[in-house]
């Protein structure tokens, strides 16, 4: 498939960008003899509200790296214990009716062994943190706002706070605009979401309230039951200098539809330096509710590629068995970047950008991937995901447990677990020069969360 011209897609974006401010035009036009004049009077009044929420959480976890993972490099092996507390403080300020400030601020404290032996491994290779199979910390480094600052920072232990929100909301009717610091999810993806660029969540992630926030400027307006656009744009600085850069930012447009019971959305997207174009369904079979989702990337003039397809399917359902609330999902997923030679990965500009930008979390190209969850009580839960590449076999199974213990306080356990041969994503490979192995460790973990 031959990349388009770079004008034409920019035009239409441009063109969908027109349609919606237009249609939101004039309906503001429409309502400021009325909402916007009673809000004003109500904000000269003083009419403002504040609402407070948060929640604090503490988290320890250990880990078994062998022989055959990064961390024995550096010599560590056996067991590595960990830590973290986090806190979250949410604002959100009203001015009258429509207009609002969300303001969400962070602060963490982690460390352990496992960041001892990754400060150890960033010295011995230089950039190993792009490898991602280490945790990184959350940086500003590409955001238009830097709001995240480290107060200390030593080789077994880091301690920084951050605005994960800050952004305000104009509401009107069918019409919402919202500027600042915000996550936006889009696609109908459970574990793998290629329709969704801006921090998706790796297929991994089992805590999943918060995205990290982004700097950008999102509109939606809503046809009523006919469906809805978005339009955003994610101006973004480019790391090597620190300045806003066009050939880094994004801009997109979606609409979504419905026809019957089955809905429908279409994306175009300026990317970074490549344009996206994407488009999904979802509906009913019976009981059961399916979606699919498909994205082409016209990679840049950097790449081999002249693009490269993406694709998830899923379906989900929830039945009752001895009494007991069930539910589970089953999720395919292809990605048109992998390699079952994972060596060589390491070597592809296409996969490293994205493993760099945190938009790519898998090597192999075919993956399945199911969830099935069990209400043992109501305040108890059982789970159980797994991810498995099916070229290798390989995978990673991932059981936990919640307890929600009062009405503000939940209790979580689980664990992760790899499987797979050698030379396979999960059991652990190599990548040259040197020979250096790459193996997740497996894990297991405690949270205990209380809200307020």
């Not at 982690?110 to 190993?128: A, H, I, M, W, Y």
């Not at 399916?290 to 989900?316: C, H, I, P, Q, Y």
């Amino acid at each position: 498939m031959s990349k388009p011209d770079m004008s034409l897609l920019k035009a239409v974006t441009l063109v969908f960008a027109i349609l919606l401010v237009g249609v939101n035009v004039n309906a503001v036009n429409a309502l400021a003899g009325s909402e916007f004049h009673s809000d004003d009077s109500e904000i000269s009044s003083g009419n403002i509200e504040t609402q407070w929420g948060g929640h604090i959480k503490c988290r320890g976890a250990v880990s078994w790296p062998d022989d055959d993972s990064l961390y024995a490099l550096v010599g560590t092996t056996g067991t590595c214990y960990d830590g973290n507390i986090e806190s979250r403080l949410k604002n959100r300020t009203s001015f009258g009716s429509s207009v609002y400030l969300d303001t969400h601020y962070e602060i963490v404290f982690s460390g352990g062994d496992t960041r001892k032996t990754q400060k150890e491994l960033e010295n011995l290779f230089p950039g190993v943190e792009t490898w991602n199979y280490l945790p990184a910390n959350i940086e500003d480094d590409r955001r238009l706002m830097d709001l995240t600052k480290t107060l200390q920072d030593r080789d077994t232990s880091i301690l920084y706070h951050r605005l994960d929100r800050l952004s305000l909301t104009v509401q009107q009717r069918r019409f919402v605009f919202r500027a600042g610091r915000q996550a936006v999810t889009w696609g109908n993806g459970f574990l793998f979401n290629p329709m969704d660029l801006f921090n998706p969540f790796a297929p991994t992630d089992i805590e999943r309230e918060y995205k990290v926030g982004d700097d950008m400027a999102h509109a939606q307006i809503s046809f009523g039951a006919s469906g809805d656009a978005q339009l955003l744009y994610v101006p973004r600085r480019d790391p090597s200098t620190g300045k806003v850069s066009e050939d880094q930012d994004s801009i997109a447009g979606k609409i979504h539809f419905a026809r019957g019971t089955t809905e429908f959305d279409i994306m175009v997207a300026e990317h970074f330096d490549e344009d996206v174009i994407g488009a999904g369904c979802s509906g009913y079979w019976g009981d059961t509710a399916w979606r699919l989702d498909a994205t082409w990337t016209f990679t840049g003039k950097e790449s081999d590629k002249n693009g490269f397809l993406s694709l998830v399917a899923n379906m989900d359902y929830s039945w009752v068995w001895w009494n007991r609330n069930f539910y589970g999902f089953m999720e395919f997923f292809y990605n048109g970047l992998g390699n079952n030679n994972y060596s060589e990965a390491f070597t592809d500009n296409d996969v490293m950008k994205r493993l760099d930008r945190g938009e790519l979390f898998t090597l192999g190209r075919y993956y399945l991937g199911g969830h099935i969850r069990m209400e043992v009580h109501p305040l108890v839960n059982i789970f159980l995901t797994l991810i498995n590449n099916m070229d290798d076999p390989s995978g990673i199974l991932q059981p936990r447990v919640t307890w929600d213990v009062t009405q503000n306080l939940q209790f979580t356990c689980g664990g992760n677990i790899f499987y797979g041969g050698r030379d396979t994503e999960y059991g652990g490979f190599t990548i040259s020069p040197g020979d250096i192995p790459i193996k997740t460790p497996d894990s297991a973990y405690m949270w205990l969360s209380y809200y307020f």
